[in-house]
T-cell receptor
Framework: AQKVTQAQTEISVVEKEDVTLDCVYE???????LFWYKQPPSGELVFLIR??????QNEISGRYSWNFQKSTSSFNFTITASQVVDSAVYFC??????????????FGKGTSLLVTP | DSGVTQTPKHLITATGQRVTLRCSPR?????VYWYQQSLDQGLQFLIQ???????AKGNILERFSAQQFPDLHSELNLSSLELGDSALYFC??????????????FGNGTRLTVT
C-alpha cells in the first residue's frame, strides 16, 4: 500500500503564481519523519526539508513554506511567487521508526510542476 | 553538489549481462542507500548498508546484490539484466543508520539502459 500519496500528478502555473503541492501520508508510528525533495530536469534529487512528527510548526524558507498537520496526516508544500526555475518534480517522503526497511525513505510518486513565463 | 559520487553516469548494456554501479558517500557518512527510479514504479528503496553491514532491505530483486567496503564506498551489482531493469539508480548517504536525525543526500544517479 502506498504510504505517501501525492494526488497531483502534474501542475502547471504561470510565473509569480502561488502553488501548493499536496502530500498525505499513512503511518501507525508515533515517531516518524517527513521530507520534501526536488528533482529538476537535470535529474539529481535535492533535499529541501525534514520534519519530525513531534514538531508541527510550519516552516518558511524564502519563497518556500511547509504546512504540517498531523490531524489530517498532511505535509503540504507551498511555493510563493513561483519562478521558471521552480519547474521540477517534487517528492514527498516518509521515514518511519518502526519500519522493517529501517529508516529508509518511502517516496510518493511525485508532482511535476511546470512554471511558464 | 551533494558530495555523493556515483559512477558511471550512463550505462548501456544488453539483456542477460551483468553490471556494477559504484557509489562514494559523503565524507563522514556511514550509511549508503540504493534506490531505483523508473517511470512505472517511481522511487523504490532497494537496500541500505551501514558501516559495512546490511541494515535494511527493500524491493531488491534476487538478481541484484550490493556491498559496502571498508572505505565505505558501495557497489550495486545487477545481473541477468532484463529490459525492465532500465532505470535511474540513485545512491544516497547519511551520517547515521537512518534518516531519523539527518536527511539522505543523493548522488546524481546512474542511468542504466538495457537493450
Amino acid at each position: 500500500a502506498q504510504k505517501v500519496t501525492q494526488a497531483q500528478t502534474e501542475i502547471s502555473v504561470v510565473e509569480k503564481e502561488d502553488v501548493t503541492l499536496d502530500c498525505v501520508y499513512e503511518t501507525r508510528d508515533t515517531t516518524y519523519y517527513l521530507f520534501w525533495y526536488k528533482q529538476p530536469p537535470s535529474g539529481e534529487l535535492v533535499f529541501l526539508i525534514r520534519r519530525n512528527s513531534f514538531d508541527e510548526q510550519n516552516e518558511i524558507s524564502g519563497r518556500y513554506s511547509w504546512n504540517f498537520q498531523k490531524s489530517t496526516s498532511s505535509f503540504n508544500f507551498t511555493i510563493t511567487a513561483s519562478q521558471v526555475v521552480d519547474s521540477a518534480v517534487y517528492f514527498c517522503a516518509l521515514s518511519e521508526a518502526a519500519s522493517n526497511s529501517g529508516y529508509a525513505l518511502n517516496f510518493g510518486k511525485g508532482t511535476s510542476l511546470l512554471v511558464t513565463p | 553538489d551533494s558530495g555523493v559520487t556515483q559512477t558511471p553516469k550512463h550505462l548501456i548494456t544488453a539483456t542477460g549481462q551483468r553490471v556494477t554501479l559504484r557509489c562514494s558517500p559523503r565524507s563522514g557518512d556511514l550509511s549508503v542507500y540504493w534506490y531505483q527510479q523508473s517511470l512505472d514504479q517511481g522511487l523504490q528503496f532497494l537496500i541500505q548498508y551501514y558501516n559495512g553491514e546490511e541494515r535494511a532491505k527493500g524491493n531488491i530483486l534476487e538478481r541484484f546484490s550490493a556491498q559496502q567496503f571498508p572505505d565505505l564506498h558501495s557497489e550495486l551489482n545487477l545481473s541477468s539484466l532484463e529490459l525492465g531493469d532500465s532505470a535511474l539508480y540513485f545512491c544516497a548517504s547519511s551520517p547515521s543508520g537512518g534518516a531519523y536525525n539527518s536527511p539522505l543526500h543523493f548522488g546524481n544517479g546512474t542511468r542504466l539502459t538495457v537493450t
